[in-house]
């Protein structure tokens, strides 16, 4: 594949990661390929790889594995496949020469996390370096991780840079003072939930607000290393945290030296939300003219990094809107833009009322694409706090091949959330596919409840006022009958009663609701009816 005019040379790519992280070139294919996406090898998985893709070999952790890999991908004409150093060899270089791949590699010590960061920001870089908005990092952080190396000399530790909301901006190369909390952190790109509400309930970050000092913070957990920690502050606007993990205490000329060389990264977060909040704005006008499919979609499309070979739309929300969990509602935005990551696909997210919509550009392919984003929207949800994973929801729409089509992919988003809110025993990801009953029944009944327009007496309302004026139990034997397909001992049993006294209400519920049960229209109705009354519609159900 020859260089695409729109997509960067592999060799391009790499080498600008090469200036932040050691690679190293073993094979060049025989022509220079063009790199449309950073994607994680998964052995399970190796068709997921695509045309022009720069594959990152995690997992693979031995010359043979290597060797699998190449003969796996070489046939989708992937751009590159970087592996680690220590799993190259010369049959390995001859299987990669063979298949025309282009092979590069890393030390044993360097970070998949650091290596994937690298190479999106050079990725995104190299084919708008005048616009290096983003998913995954946005533009100003890559100079944090200098700011973080220059951190770690001055305490004499591991430090990361991290938000007000405990989310990862970048980490020193310096991993000598490496405990779990640390791994964790930088694997999961926030701190562990469990950490961060520790340090909350015991008044740290009030601390950190009114004494403006490192605070220096004795091992707590198991395996763990002591912390000294320090708030990042411009002009009394809190901007994030710069922990670091040591040995021992520093002393106070270590102290006062991180404390000044914060003062240069708190600078550098200000102008970078400063130049952030402008970019965020931007990008959410152009995502809701996208969905909106308003005039100058096309173009909204190409400035947000879409190429538009084909999309889906997912809406992110919360199972109950009203929670009272502000964990949930308040950070979920944020926390899904904080994973788009996760996708390695052109992503962009933005927030409407209470949700959010990310609309992924998946490609042509509506097999894979339904495959990647079923599996990467489960991700999301199992990255998120455990507080949100009880409430959170994702839909899924089907392929949009174009731009056009997105506002209709966005109104799919919309009805499968719909339904998943309409019961609580349905999964918290699903697509319209994997939901056809439930999604045709509630949109029945919906149809049923608009259609009646309040001017149609429902079937079941003189069952409905018997209860209300009599305190019977009428209409939940009917439901408990229906339910159990017309089993009286089931129906009986479910309601705690005897067969015969389930025979006797159901003879009565007969005759006060002119109702023939063995008649499938009437079974019909009624079973309508009070799924339109689960619903909550107000058309039907009444009660006189």
């Known amino acids: 594949m020859s260089e695409a005019a729109d997509a960067p040379a592999v060799t391009t790519v790499l080498g600008r990661a090469a200036a932040r992280v050691p690679l190293h070139e073993v094979t060049r294919a025989s022509e220079v390929s063009a790199v449309s996406d950073v994607v994680i090898y998964e052995r399970l998985d190796a068709g997921g790889v ?5 594959v990152l070999g995690v997992g693979l952790s031995s010359h043979d594995a290597v060797r699998r890999a190449v003969k796996s991908i070489a046939a989708s004409l992937p751009s590159a496949l970087v592996v680690r150093e220590e799993c190259v060899d010369d049959a390995t270089v001859a299987a990669a020469t063979a298949a025309d791949l282009t092979l590069w590699s890393v030390p044993p010590q360097t970070s998949w996390a650091r290596l994937l960061t690298c190479l999106q920001e050079a990725l995104r870089n190299a084919i708008a370096p005048e616009r290096a908005v983003d998913a995954f990092i946005e533009p100003a952080t890559a100079d944090l991780f200098t700011f973080a190396d220059l951190l770690a000399e001055c305490v004499g530790g591991s430090v990361t840079i991290e938000d007000t909301e405990s989310r990862l901006l970048a980490y020193s190369t310096r991993q000598d003072e490496m405990d779990p909390v640390r791994q964790a952190t930088i694997l999961g ?10 340090d909350r309930r015991e008044g740290l970050f009030r601390r950190l607000q009114s004494e403006r000092q490192p605070i220096y913070l004795d091992v707590t957990e198991p395996g763990g290393l002591p912390r000294l920690v320090v708030m990042l502050e411009w002009a009394g606007l809190p901007l994030g945290y710069a922990w670091a993990a040591v040995r021992e205490r520093p002393s106070a000329d270590r102290q006062q030296a991180f404390q000044q060389a914060a003062k240069r990264v708190a600078l550098q977060l200000f102008r970078r939300q400063a130049e952030s909040d402008h970019v965020s ?3 959410r006008a152009l995502a809701l003219a996208l969905l909106g499919g308003t005039a100058g979609a096309d173009d909204a499309a190409e400035r947000l990094g879409l190429p538009g070979d084909g999309f889906q739309v997912l809406r992110v929300g919360v199972r109950d809107r009203a929670t009272e ?6 950070s ?10 996760i996708f390695h696909l052109p992503a962009v997210a933005v927030e409407l009322d209470t949700d959010c ?6 490609g042509r392919d509506v097999d894979l694409g339904r495959q990647r984003a079923l599996r990467n929207a489960n991700e999301l949800v199992n990255r998120m706090p455990s507080a949100a994973q009880r409430q959170l929801l994702v839909s899924i729409s089907g392929h949009a091949p174009s731009v056009a089509d997105l506002p209709q992919a966005r109104r799919e988003a919309d009805q499968v959330i719909r339904v998943l809110r309409s019961d609580d025993r349905l999964p918290r990801v699903a697509d319209l596919a994997s939901i056809r009953l439930p999604a045709w029944n509630l949109a029945a009944i919906e149809a049923a409840a608009a259609a009646t327009n309040g001017s149609l007496p429902g079937p079941l309302d003189p069952v409905v006022a018997h209860d209300a004026r009599r305190g019977t139990r009428f209409l939940p034997s009917l439901r408990a009958y229906l339910e159990a397909l017309g089993n009286i001992p089931a129906a009986a049993a479910s309601e705690g009663v005897h067969p015969n006294t389930m025979r006797y209400r159901l003879r009565r519920i007969a005759e006060i609701g002119d109702l023939d049960l063995e008649d499938p229209a009437h079974w019909l109705a009624a079973l309508m009816h009070l799924r ?3 619903s909550g519609a107000p058309d039907l159900g009444r009660e006189p």
């Open 50 to 54: 695509a045309r022009g893709d720069l």
């Open 189 to 198: 790109r926030h701190v562990p939930s469990d950490i961060v509400e520790t």
């Open 281 to 283: 704005r931007e990008r």
């Open 325 to 330: 969990d502000s964990t949930v509602n308040v």
């Open 332 to 341: 979920l935005f944020r926390a899904v833009e904080s994973q788009l990551g």
């Open 357 to 362: 919509y990310v609309i992924l550009d998946v």
């Open 532 to 534: 339109t009354m689960d």
